[in-house]
């Protein structure tokens, strides 16, 4: 009820009038069934934007940290959180991740679309990063198809550390349904779970436009905030795997879904995205 009130009488119609957001493929979202919805991560405003334009229920997996803030803000944030159709989701690894996405399978098993964010965090700089292949278990383990959304202008409207939004118009780009039931019975296949992920990001990078990074965007963060602990001069987010991106205009033909090019990453960084692999994703509006 709380979810249907906010985005049919008070966010969404106060969000249309304010941002006037455009959308195409609309008619791309299932009219009924199970479907996961991918999406680039620009802006935390991304839950809330996606949600306001597609007719059905969207459920997300976001971080668990917005569930065990303490205090009554902290206290007010998880309730928000829960009655606004978002469930936690531990990026820690292990039993904790799986277990989040047992609770992502329950959703889609009930029909219900689920919202997942591949990157499992906000691009630091507007570059699309690679996709952590907990959405490819989900998928592989269900069969659902996916929905693939390109969120466009949300980082101009709300940059990472900004609570007041700029007004401004915001675009998404809704893509046609990617069927990965040709993998049915290899759920567990480590390749199949990155294969499968790869040409997620592949659609998302094309509908988007965005430059493409074969990188982690948590590990980019993490550095950065090293950087900055340390008192060093940042460089710009990525620029170490400058060698390693893509960009991809949206009328640019290339080579099929799942066939990412990558060039030039240096050996060492395979060995870390092997070990990174093992972690699920999930959202991250921080």
């Known amino acids: 009820m709380f979810y249907w009130v906010m985005k049919r009488i008070i966010v969404g119609p106060i969000l249309n009038l304010l941002f006037r957001p455009w959308v195409k493929g609309?008619?791309?979202?299932?009219?009924?069934?199970?479907?996961?919805?991918?999406s680039n991560h620009l802006s935390f405003s991304d839950s809330i934007f996606l949600p306001i334009v597609v007719p059905r229920p969207v459920v997300f997996l976001a971080k668990s940290e917005y569930f065990t803030g303490k205090g009554l803000k902290g206290r007010l944030t998880a309730l928000f959180f829960r009655l606004s159709n978002q469930l936690p989701m531990d990026r820690s690894g292990g039993a904790a991740s799986s277990s989040s996405l047992t609770a992502g399978m329950d959703i889609l098993n009930d029909g219900g679309i689920l919202g997942i964010y591949p990157e499992g965090t906000r691009s630091p700089d507007g570059r699309l990063y690679r996709g952590k292949t907990g959405v490819a278990k989900l998928v592989l383990a269900t069969g659902v198809p996916v929905i693939p959304v390109a969120m466009i202008g949300t980082d101009?409207?709300?940059?990472?550390?900004?609570?007041?939004?700029?007004?401004?118009?915001?675009?998404?780009?809704i893509g046609e349904p990617l069927d990965f039931t040709r993998y049915e019975g290899l759920e567990d296949d480590r390749f199949v779970q990155r294969s499968v992920t790869d040409?997620?990001?592949?659609?998302?990078?094309?509908?988007?436009?965005?430059?493409?990074?074969?990188?982690?965007?948590?590990?980019?963060?993490?550095?950065?905030?090293?950087?900055?602990?340390?008192?060093?001069?940042?460089?710009?987010?990525?620029?170490?795997?400058?060698?390693?991106a893509v960009r991809i205009s949206q009328d640019a033909s290339g080579p099929a879904?799942?066939?990412?090019?990558?060039?030039?990453?240096?050996?060492?960084a395979d060995a870390a995205a092997r070990a990174d692999d093992g972690k699920d994703a999930g959202p991250e509006a921080g």
């Open 26 to 38: 609309l008619d791309n979202i299932p009219s009924s069934g199970p479907a996961v919805i991918v």
């Open 156 to 173: 101009k409207v709300q940059p990472i550390g900004r609570r007041i939004p700029n007004i401004r118009r915001v675009g998404i780009i």
């Open 199 to 244: 040409e997620i990001m592949y659609e998302l990078m094309r509908l988007s436009g965005q430059e493409y990074v074969d990188a982690y965007a948590s590990t980019v963060k993490e550095r950065l905030a090293a950087e900055k602990a340390a008192g060093r001069k940042t460089p710009k987010p990525g620029a170490d795997s400058r060698r390693a």
């Open 257 to 268: 879904p799942g066939t990412v090019t990558e060039v030039g990453r240096a050996p060492s």
